[in-house]
Structures are given as C-alpha cells and as structure tokens.
C-alpha cells in the first residue's frame, strides 16, 4: 500500500468520527477532565473565536481524540464549560497537539486566566524536522496549516474549505459567535483539528531526542510568548530540562529563551522596518524567532525566542536600533 492509498484510508476513518457538541462538562470525557499519570492522552486542539487574542472572543475550542472530535463552545456554554477544560489544558499528562499556539495561549490567558501547557505545535515541529534533515533555518518561513496537511510527508490532504471559510470570517468576522451551529461551522472546526494526531504521530518518527525536547521547549515559550504581565512569567510552569540521555552524550545544548524588549510609543513602525527589512536583517544575522504583538497586541514589544546566545544578540541588535532612533 502506497502513501496515497493509506491517506485515502485514514482519511476515510477520520470523516467517520463522530463530532461531539459540548455545551456541558459532563459530556466530555472523564480521563480528559481528570488528568492523571494512569490516563496519559495525547489529543488534538484548536481554538475558534472572533479577534482571537487577548481582546476578542474565544467561542469553540476543538479536541479531538482517537474515536471522537469534541466542540466546546464557549458561547452557549460559557465560563463553566471553558473552566471544567482548565486542569487538562495546563496538565502535564495531556499532550495537546496544535498548529500555531501563540494566539490562541493568549485567549485562553488573558480570557480565562488558562495556562496552555505541555503542547507539541506542528508548525514548530515542521521547522525542527526541516533543521535535523540539514536545511537551513529560513527567517519567516513558517508552514501554514494548509501547507502542512497538503505536504504528502505527513498528511497529503487538500484543505479547500479552510479558504472557503475565511472568506466568510472577512465578510462577517462574527461568524463563529452565531447559534445554532450550521453543518459548516461544525465540519470546519472539526477539520481544523481532524488530522492533528496523525500528523503528530508521522512527526515524532521523524524527531530525533535533541529535537523533541526543543519542540518542548519552543512550545511551552510560544505559549508564554503574548501572555507577558508584571510578574514575566514567574507563574507558568517551568520550561522542559534537558534530558539526561542528551547530557550523558556530552554534547548539551544551549538552552532557549524568551526576551522582551519594550519599544518606546511611536517607534514600532522604525523598528520592523519598510515591509519588515529592519527585523528581517536581525534574523538572518541570528538564529532566533522575533515576534511582534501587532494590531491585536500586546502593542509596543517585541518578543525574541531562541537558544540564549542568539536571543541576547537580537536583543543587542534591536536594542541598537532603538539607540539610533
């Protein structure tokens, strides 16, 4: 059996798992509401929402499981539905797969006072794999969820109703606020998040020890990346220590970070640069990710993540930059 043919069969299994609307706990699983060392899951997970940062609105969360996709929807259900979620989000014995968690760690922040904790995020983990296979780190260069479900590698499925969909976000951006949920609000918040487990399972394959604790490290910095507040991030869970078979080889890696760097009111524009030029040449000259709050904020910083050397030599770089200005 080919590649094709066996995504073609996994394909068919996935449309045949039920999708679960939950508006109350009691309709989720009992071991994903109760973590435990006994029940480890590994699941995957998305977010839906209007403005979904630190300001909007979170309205469904997605979690699918091996036989079954559930929809939380925050709106019908509200808080109580959203908090029962909170032990298994922030727990270290449920694995939550998701592609891209910056924003959608910031919702269940700020919203909900929710720590996202213990994901493997598959746009990083496309990045890690691409490094260990001898590529080049490429500034900007990360893999969209459409790019990755249609890489023959990992899932080879087109994802047409996903453009479909953000049609109709730019046309009404409250579009995942409405109830009831129609068919295609349900199919493509279930979509979202249908093939995350396969994927999650061809990637770990692939990952060798030093890369998979960077997935846990880069993970756990993205999910802090926009939640900074006044204590910077004293009451988040510890970062992943280097595992002891790494050390025992000898070669123990640089350990990565996340640095701040508050831009003074009016200087964003200079700092990023025409078109991004200014921040794009800070990361060519360094092996660290920079990330800016944007329109959706937090306004005024720019986050750097990467291993320590590197981060400080942006933060150098960038803290030049403002000197100049």
């Not at 299994?13 to 109350?24: A, D, L």
Request: glycine share 6%.
């Amino acid at each position: 059996m080919d590649i094709g043919e066996k995504i073609q069969g996994e394909e068919a299994q996935f449309s045949t798992v039920p999708i679960h609307v939950v508006t109350n706990p009691s309709e989720l699983p009992v071991e994903f509401l109760e973590p435990s060392a006994e029940t480890q899951l590994v699941i995957g997970f998305d977010c839906e929402g209007v403005d979904l940062c630190r300001h909007g609105t979170l309205c469904i969360m997605q979690l699918a499981f091996p036989d079954a996709i559930y929809l939380v929807d925050a709106v019908q259900g509200g808080e109580a539905v959203v908090q029962a979620c909170k032990p298994a989000l922030e727990s270290n014995y449920i694995t939550k797969v998701i592609h891209d968690c910056k924003r959608d760690s910031e919702a269940l922040y700020f919203q909900f006072g929710i720590k996202l904790h213990n994901v493997v995020d598959t746009q990083i983990a496309y990045s890690l794999i691409n490094e260990q296979e001898g590529h080049a780190r490429v500034p900007d260069c990360h893999i969209s969820f459409v790019g990755l479900l249609a890489d023959p590698r990992y899932c080879g499925v087109s994802y047409d109703e996903k453009e479909e969909v953000r049609v109709l976000l730019r046309q009404d951006p409250k579009y995942w606020t409405y109830r009831p949920l129609s068919e295609q609000m349900i199919r493509a918040a279930a979509d979202d998040v249908r093939f995350l487990l396969h994927i999650y399972h061809k990637m770990v394959q692939k990952l060798n020890d030093k890369s998979l604790w960077n997935l846990a490290v880069r993970g756990a910095l993205y999910c802090r990346c926009f939640c900074i507040n006044d204590n910077h991030f004293a009451d988040w869970p510890p970062l992943p220590p280097i595992p002891e078979n790494i050390v025992a080889d000898g070669c123990i890696p640089e350990e990565e970070v996340l640095s701040v760097v508050d831009v003074p009111p009016g200087k964003m524009g200079r700092v990023i640069g025409r078109r991004g030029a200014s921040i794009l040449s800070i990361k060519q000259s360094c092996d660290a990710e920079i990330f800016i709050g944007g329109a959706k904020g937090p306004p005024d910083k720019v986050f750097i993540i990467g291993p320590e050397k590197q981060a400080r030599k942006a933060q150098a770089i960038l803290m030049g930059k403002l000197l100049d200005f």
